[in-house]
């Protein structure tokens, strides 16, 4: 609990002639002070007590002003950067950003005090991996991972500077707003971009290869999967559930008790106050995306984040829907593509997105509700006009709108508490919550599920109450007491421990080779990918596609497998300078390699700067 003590205007200490905040902080609570001040300075942020634009204290004047170290203060403040609340200048300070409308009336954000957070895991109040310094080359303001993840230098997606979606779609006949067409494909034969990729991608048949390392995602990590715990927890199940508790699970939605587990587990770790009648069990989430189209409707319009998940499109595309590439700006999808695309139905990444690591902040995701809610028809009366006020983006229709979030690697963000979720924002009934377990415990345990608002659980019932859940009965319940137990918790600590090692260990290798003065590192921490740009080779779009390739060969030749960020475009994206990048999934890295790994990745960096000089 945090009791303010008085008004933000109130003067109680000058620091060079501005008001210095005062807040009373409960140092015996369960919360740790670093949270309980990030959320005393959330709070006056949204109400408007602290305006935008506002400086806020130094990080030293302010720690000394509360009591409190100067770790708690950088804890709460680099969160606050990380959501869009607050933005950091370098050698300047900490200044409010704008975040756009109040929707607080419409949040389900929990209110409890026991959210949990990674804290858990031992670095509480502490940056991600402490407060240990890191030599990462080309960031002198970013010194540990936290920072790193707050973006003090934003990686720009969009194609130019101009018209952001104009060379994102393809045209194909002249169905569709201004001729673009359903029909997207991505570049350079990708398969799978999250889980795996294609063989066309070193310009060979790499089936079967063993990596030396691999970056795009597709091998999947050792020693994730906790046998012996799975094991033990399987054999209590056996001797001890009765025969309707398994005839249960086989339920349209699910086993009732994995979804009581996942909807504690959504409350204490995303803020989430949902019912367990509003989650869908099943086998990944390929399969939910299916369920989804038909609850959805197949003549509505989809679209998906350029860059983005190659397979997504694909899956909607065997659903006979109509899918568009949606362009990335910094902060996310393009407010002004999803309206010129005619949108319906987003697909999108905010708190981690893939492959740009991009961590949505507040202000857009605040916008991006605001655009959900405008499909809705406004009801008669004076009182929506008040609502539409401040309105950034206009609804064009009047068809339904929906946000299908991601939320495909929560677990894993190594810096401060996790962001979030729109889910968590939506008051509204627009978002629809997506998840797997795939991240957490092994790409071959496939239960995913998806959290609908009441009026689509409602609406799954009647319309596809027919379908048998697609995940086994003793799966469901087996990972139902694992959950129940604490064992999933203290499995997912471990993981994010040893990721967070394997991470640091990357990037200070990463920072001191041969290549390190021309690398930057974007968006590290915020989940188990992050972007690498190459720094003073900024081309337009076919060169630097060009470059990442010609690197990316010169590296697997190596058995160094590399994920340039031009295979995750999307035909038609041929304008715009960008830096050359790779998406960099690290969690399968073995430590003991990262030497060699990362010799092998700067000489071939190097070769090809040399060949530009």
Known sequence: MVVKEQLVQSVLQEEEGKAMLTYVLNRGGETSLYEQLYRALRADIESGALAAGARLPSKRAFAKHLGVSVVTVEGALDQLVAEGYVRAVPRSGFYVQEIGPNLASFSRVSTRETVKSPSKAGFEGKSALGVAKMGVSGNDDVETLEKLATKDESFCIACGEGDVLGVHLGLRGESGPRGYEAKIRSNGGIEDGRAGCGASWCGQNDVGRKWLADFTGATAPEGVFPYAAWARTLRRVLADESERTVLEASRPQGSPRLRAAIAAHLRGFRGMEVHPDQIVIGSGAQSLYGLLVQLLGRDLVYGVEDPGYPRLTRIYESNDVTVRPIALDGEGPALESLERARIDVLHCTPSHQFPTGITVPVSRRRSLLEWAQGGVAAPKGGAAAGEARGRSVKASSAR??????????????????????????????????????????????????????????????????????????????????????????????????????????????????????????????????????????????????????????????????????????????????????????????????????????????????????
């Not at 040893?498 to 260990?505: D, G, K, N, P, V």
């Not at 920072?511 to 720094?535: C, I, K, T, W």
């Open 400 to 613: 339904p709108r929906y946000l299908i979030e991601d939320d495909f690697d929560c677990e894993f963000r190594m810096a401060g508490r996790p962001v979030p979720p729109l889910a968590a924002l939506d008051g509204a009934g627009r978002v629809v919550y997506a998840n797997t377990f795939s991240k957490t415990l092994g790409g071959a345990f496939r239960i995913g599920y998806m959290v609908l608002p009441e009026a689509l659980a409602e609406r799954f019932r009647d319309r596809l109450g027919f379908y048998a859940c697609t995940v086994g009965a003793l799966e469901q319940l087996t990972l139902a007491r694992f959950m129940e137990s604490g064992d999933y918790e203290r499995h997912v600590n471990r993981q994010r421990t040893r990721y967070r090692r394997l991470l640091s260990a990357l990037i200070d290798a990463l920072a001191a080779s041969s290549a390190g003065d021309h690398l930057h590192f974007a968006n590290a921490g915020a989940g188990l990918h992050f972007l690498m740009e190459v720094r003073d080779v900024e081309e337009d779009e076919g060169d630097s596609a060009t470059f990442e390739e010609r690197v990316a060969r010169r590296a697997a030749i190596r058995g160094v497998r590399l994920a340039p960020l031009g295979r995750y475009r999307f035909t038609g994206c041929e304008a715009g300078w960008r830096r050359p990048s790779f998406m960099m999934s690290f969690s399968s890295v073995k430590e003991e390699t990262i030497p060699e790994v990362v010799g092998i990745v700067s000489e071939a960096v190097m070769a090809e700067v040399g060949c530009r000089a």
